[in-house]
């Protein structure tokens, strides 16, 4: 497995490809990303269970590293910010919730996948629930830390010099994936917000083909656009 350098990394792209999506788990923009980097631990969160029977690694990678988990995560935080903004006639942001908090929780998996893992059993319960054995891909850039299946020694075990050069190889590969995602939301910030046309400044309208409405300007636009085509209707009919 990587380091949390990685998995807060993705967390941190997630989190600002979500802010360009306008989709904000909380208004504070340090909380919001806050939450993408632990939601993108949060498999890890395996290794507690293990951690308090004396063997950190006796459960990691089981049913927390799963699409099955990664789709209940989703699920369960679409259906939480649903319920907390009241989105009754508005699936889509529904959707777009559960998407990008079901996204950060596989990015774990996705990292971990790609990671070379020589511990028995080698890879992770990525079918569960359907699927219980183990899975893993042979395709491996990063490099596994070293840690002590001791939880006296766990957290210490993880300083070393070899854990250094990972966290180096980490941060180099996931450094231009996080520049990306920025570049990607100072974009959309910088894209202009579409203004809804007034039909009263088209050229139509100047030259008096076309009368003007004194409705509210959203009903004025549809009223007019049926007027101008029930025209041109007849005019074809009369050719």
């Not at 029977?53 to 590293?65: A, D, I, V």
């Not at 929780?105 to 054995?133: A, E, I, R, Y």
């Not at 939880?151 to 231009?176: C, D, G, H, Q």
């Amino acid at each position: 497995m990587p380091l949390p350098i990685a998995h807060s990394m993705m967390g941190y792209a997630i989190a600002e490809v979500a802010e360009a999506t306008n989709v904000r788990l909380t208004n504070k923009k340090w909380l919001n990303v806050s939450i993408f980097v632990a939601l993108a631990s949060l498999p890890d969160s395996d290794f507690l269970s293990g951690f308090l029977l004396g063997e950190p690694n006796r459960y990691h990678q089981w049913f927390t590293h799963s699409l099955g988990f990664a789709f209940l995560a989703g699920l369960g935080g679409g259906l939480f910010y649903w319920r907390q903004k009241q989105w009754a006639e508005n699936s889509e942001r529904f959707g777009l919730y559960g998407i990008f908090i079901g996204l950060a929780v596989l990015s774990h998996l996705v990292l971990d996948l790609l990671t070379w893992d020589s511990s028995p059993p080698k890879g992770m319960m990525l079918f569960w629930p359907f699927d219980k054995n183990h899975h893993d891909l042979r395709w491996d850039f990063f490099l596994a830390c070293k840690r002590d299946n001791n939880s006296a020694t766990f957290f210490s075990s993880l300083f070393s010099a070899y854990n250094l050069k990972v966290v180096l190889r980490e941060f180099l590969i996931m450094a231009p994936i996080v520049g990306l995602a920025k570049i990607f939301e100072r974009l959309r910030k910088m894209r202009p917000a579409s203004q809804p046309v007034d039909i009263r400044n088209t050229q139509v309208a100047k030259l008096g083909l076309l009368e003007i409405s004194p409705l509210p300007s959203e009903l004025a636009n549809r009223r007019s656009l049926t007027a101008l085509a029930e025209v041109a209707e007849q005019d074809e009919h009369e050719q």
